[in-house]
């Protein structure tokens, strides 16, 4: 009788242990992250308004101004900062950066200066605010270093370059293999002006700058000035192809909307937030180089962003045809 208790409880055991073994285990935590917004070309209209309201409503932690901002005259400042603002909030971080319409040679413009005084750094940043500066965050455990840079512009009484030999390239290098040293997981690099584009700018920024953030394998590199969308191929190589295109530069066609971490850069235009719109082509000589173009659609793009992926989509808050442009990427370790 002992036997056979005993043996009853041995097997009782052995299936309340394998029961519990066979439990699913469960999954880990999310890994957590955050988001953030960029575009450029901003104004103060329906359009510009509509984004505002949409970027409010988005959960972004902070926003990008990437350049070219009222689009009013000098002493229209204030009232644009207002209207931001009113709409955000006055402790939101829209973090600016001077466009061509800001800068200290737009004359007849508003001033980045003017639009700093009233819009001014939430993130504590290191470098020359609303001109060249970068930032980290989160603070305590960076995910992501953001670099902004002011190439082809001349701002607070500098003009940028970024050309081989200059300060601001040393300055620019610095804050890139600074990142990577202190073993931050992605690096964004924003500007105003372009270089590829399957839009009507030129290489205003320089073929050779371009050049050094695919070498520095720059993970996102955000522009405006170009009023459109445009999302960009992956791309890696010595030199890229200017007013032509050069297939061996791509790495990885973005057809499926999913790049490999490391492998090479991707670009994104987004100069509609409010000023929409500008054509692009299929036949022009840099059109190659992208995997998606829009302009048709006002709004901007969200980032949010792990130690694991950055998944990248488009808001758009405003059409000239009545069909929203949709897209999405992500950026997979």
Not at 130 to 155: K, N
Not at 172 to 193: Q, Y
Request: charged residues 15%; contains cysteine; hydrophobic residues 45%.
């Amino acid at each position: 009788m002992r036997f056979r208790l005993a043996a009853a409880a041995i097997l009782l055991g052995t299936a309340l242990y394998l029961a519990l073994w066979t439990l699913p285990v469960p999954a880990p935590l999310a890994d957590p992250g955050f988001l953030f917004a960029a575009a450029g070309d901003h104004a103060g209209g329906d359009e510009a308004n509509a984004s505002l309201d949409a970027l409010a409503a988005s959960g972004a932690d902070y926003y990008l101004a990437l350049g070219d901002l009222g689009y009013g005259g000098s002493g229209s400042e204030e009232a644009w900062c207002a209207q931001v603002t009113a709409q955000l909030g006055p402790a939101f971080p829209f973090e600016l950066l001077a466009g061509n319409h800001d800068d200290d040679l737009a004359l007849d413009d508003a001033w980045i200066g003017a639009y700093a005084d009233c819009l001014p750094d939430r993130l504590d940043v290191t470098g020359i605010y609303a001109a060249q500066y970068y930032f980290d965050h989160p603070r305590a455990s960076p995910l992501v270093r953001t670099v902004l840079i002011s190439p082809d512009l001349t701002t607070f009484g500098v003009a940028y370059t970024y050309a081989p030999g200059s300060p601001e390239r040393a300055w620019l290098v610095a804050a890139l293999d600074g990142a990577r040293a202190a073993g931050i997981p992605w690096v964004v690099v924003g500007m105003h002006k372009n270089c590829i584009t399957a839009g009507e700018k030129a290489c205003q920024i320089g073929a050779s700058l371009f050049d050094l953030l695919l070498e520095k394998r720059v993970d996102l590199i955000l522009q405006a000035h170009d009023h459109n969308v445009q999302r960009s191929k992956q791309l890696a190589c010595p030199a890229i192809a200017v007013d032509g295109y050069r297939p061996s530069c791509v790495v990885d066609d973005g057809a499926d909307g999913r790049y490999a971490k490391g492998a090479g850069s991707i670009v994104v235009i987004s100069g509609s937030f409010g000023q929409c719109c500008v054509g692009t082509s299929s036949t022009d000589p840099e059109a190659g180089y992208f995997a998606t173009r829009n302009h048709r659609s006002s709004g901007f793009w969200t980032y949010a962003v792990t130690r694991a992926r950055i998944d990248a989509a488009f808001v758009a808050t405003g059409t000239t045809n009545g069909e929203l442009f949709a897209d999405a990427f992500s950026i997979v370790a």
